[in-house]
């Protein structure tokens, strides 16, 4: 099967593509480094060009303005191009982002979308890293539970939903198999890292200020913390099935993915 990956080698991107080339599919990139660019429509059709499948996972989040757009576009496109299935990276709990979804199925090409809960890998491959190793976890937020899941877990999902026999219409929620408090995902992270690392409910400019300190500029690190005022209000203090139901097994823990990051040196 010949698969575009939509966004590229990022966090999930990478993954997927890595295990579909292990299975023998044909897995395409489309980035900037590609040629695609979410601000220029004339460079989607030739990367859809000849996929059966896409997997479509837009950066910084679909909840922000103008994405539903952009999600209407690229699925009247996949629809003109001929393919028979799309898989969305969503997440739960944002209004915003359920707006994207509903516009990409305007499309009519059936769509999975996989809505995830805050991804564990937050805390080692992008803006909290940092934090992590000044063992501060700073966020606009208050100590609410999260039911944190584990990339690996997508990737493995994203997958199943781009190869099974017969594409699906349909929308999976993912998270991991446990609720924890940041300030219990933090003594977590303490276990695996062998240093403190405690969390801090801050206000939006400290924690933008805090973000720049590892590079992230602060026109993308508003509007994130904008959106986790929104939707860390406990909201999403369930546990989802998604990864049980697409993969027949349970869900990877936190300790787990912070035992195995602390391993490869994340945080050295």
Not at 29 to 55: C, I, M, N
Not at 76 to 95: F, K, N, P
Not at 230 to 246: F, K, M, P, Y
């Amino acid at each position: 099967m010949d698969i575009v990956i939509i966004g590229g080698a990022g966090r999930t991107g990478s993954r997927i593509h890595d295990r579909l080339t292990a299975r023998g599919h044909t897995a395409r990139l489309a980035s900037r480094r590609t040629g695609f660019d979410w601000e220029d429509t004339d460079t989607w059709r030739p990367a859809l060009e000849g996929a059966e499948a896409a997997y479509v996972c837009f950066t910084p989040d679909l909840a922000f303005p103008g994405v539903p757009e952009k999600m209407a576009a690229l699925g009247r496109l996949a629809h003109d191009a001929g393919l028979r299935r799309l898989v969305l990276l969503s997440g739960r709990g944002e209004e915003g982002a359920r707006t994207s979804e509903a516009a990409l199925r305007e499309g009519g090409v059936p769509t999975t979308v996989l809505r995830c809960s805050w991804f564990q890998q937050n805390f080692s491959e992008h803006f909290l890293a940092g934090p992590v190793r000044r063992g501060r976890l700073r966020l606009p937020a208050p100590d609410i539970p999260e039911a944190f899941v584990d990339l690996e877990d997508v990737a493995d999902a994203a997958v199943v939903a781009l190869t099974r026999p017969e594409p699906e219409d349909v929308t999976y929620e993912l998270s991991g198999p446990e609720l924890l408090t940041f300030t219990q995902a933090a003594a977590v992270l303490t276990g695996a890292t062998g240093r403190p690392v405690a969390f801090e409910p801050v206000d939006v400019p400290t924690f933008i200020a805090d973000v720049a300190l590892d590079g992230v500029p602060a026109e993308e690190a508003e509007p994130l913390a904008h959106l986790f005022t929104e939707i860390l209000d406990g909201r999403n203090a369930t546990l989802a099935g998604g990864v049980a139901q697409l993969l027949g097994r349970e869900p990877s823990p936190l300790s787990t993915y912070a035992s195995r990051a602390a391993r490869a040196g994340a945080w050295s």
